[in-house]
């Protein structure tokens, strides 16, 4: 049997000697971490993997310097060992009113309450792919739209018969709909629709959508006072990836890693 050289293989590539402070990661312990790093590649994958455990276990290795974890022991630190670590010298600063409030005006859209639109439709079903489907299904929408215009009042009778959405025993009602809770072409469509019926079918993967809006509240920024803990969240995990950074990467510097070298992100390999 012909064996396969790994280094030919497309996307891959025997990664180097990783050690962190003279002791040795193996690659079998990097391949099999890999699964937990998907990428787009297999080269980045394994990058991402050997940054992962370079992270554990220049943790586990300072863990053991301050008698957290044992001397002998060649797993990586466990998580009480670790938060018990990063409880001892990772000192993260708690924002201040300041702070806070400065960071609330310049993202008002991390603190906003989003558009809410109540939503009712007709969905005429066709397939993607079946072109006179959806043709005969448009023609049937502009049909039952001319219809709505002179008579909204039918709209519960219209939906009731001809809808192949569930929402037709309710009338076609969707509810109350933010960004997101809908098909994605739909969703894009009903955050620039006006009150009232749109003149048009609106096509998605389903079929065609007629729609009417019956009530839009706009997106407006929560009241400091309604979010200030969320503010100061934000901002102590924001100071906690920082101080995380600075201090994994003094570690590194410190205690010596060879055949990979930490990213600006390498706090995040702390966690899978």
């Given amino acids: 049997m012909q064996m396969i050289d790994v280094e030919q293989?497309?996307?891959t590539q025997t990664p180097p000697p990783v050690s962190v402070g003279g002791r040795e990661i193996s690659e079998a312990d990097i391949a099999a971490e890999m699964q937990y790093h998907p990428a787009d590649s297999a080269g980045s994958a394994q990058l991402k993997a050997a940054r992962a455990l370079v992270v554990r276990e220049l943790l586990h290795q300072r863990a053991q310097m301050l008698g957290l974890a044992a001397q002998d022991s060649e797993a990586q630190a466990s998580g009480d060992a670790i938060a018990a670590l990063l409880e001892a010298e990772l000192a993260v600063p708690e924002p201040s009113e300041d702070d806070c409030k400065r960071f609330y005006e310049t993202h008002p859209e991390r603190f906003s309450q989003p558009v809410l639109i109540e939503v009712r439709h007709i969905l005429l079903a066709a397939p993607p792919d079946d072109a006179e489907a959806r043709d005969a299904q448009y023609h049937k929408g502009v049909a039952l739209l001319s219809e709505l215009a002179e008579h909204p009042?039918?709209?519960t009778e219209?939906?009731?018969r001809h809808s192949d959405c569930p929402s037709k025993d309710d009338g076609g009602s969707l509810g109350r709909l933010m960004p997101g809770q809908t098909v994605a072409e739909l969703d894009r469509a009903l955050k620039?629709?006006?009150?009232g019926l749109h003149d048009r079918p609106l096509a998605s993967r389903y079929g065609w959508h007629l729609v009417i809006v019956?009530?839009?509240e706009e997106s407006r920024q929560l009241p400091y006072d309604e979010v200030t803990d969320q503010v100061r969240r934000s901002l102590h995990e924001q100071a906690t990836r920082r101080g995380l950074r600075h201090y994994l990467l003094a570690l590194e510097?410190?205690?010596?890693v060879e055949g990979v070298a930490l990213d600006d992100d390498s706090g995040a390999s702390l966690m899978r």
């Avoid at 620039?192 to 009150?195: D, F, G, Q, R």
């Avoid at 510097?253 to 010596?256: A, K, P, R």
């Fill in 158 to 160: 219209l939906a009731q």
């Fill in 9 to 11: 293989l497309p996307g």
């Fill in 153 to 155: 009042e039918r709209m």
């Fill in 192 to 195: 620039h629709l006006p009150v």
């Fill in 214 to 216: 019956d009530h839009r």
């Fill in 253 to 256: 510097s410190d205690i010596g």
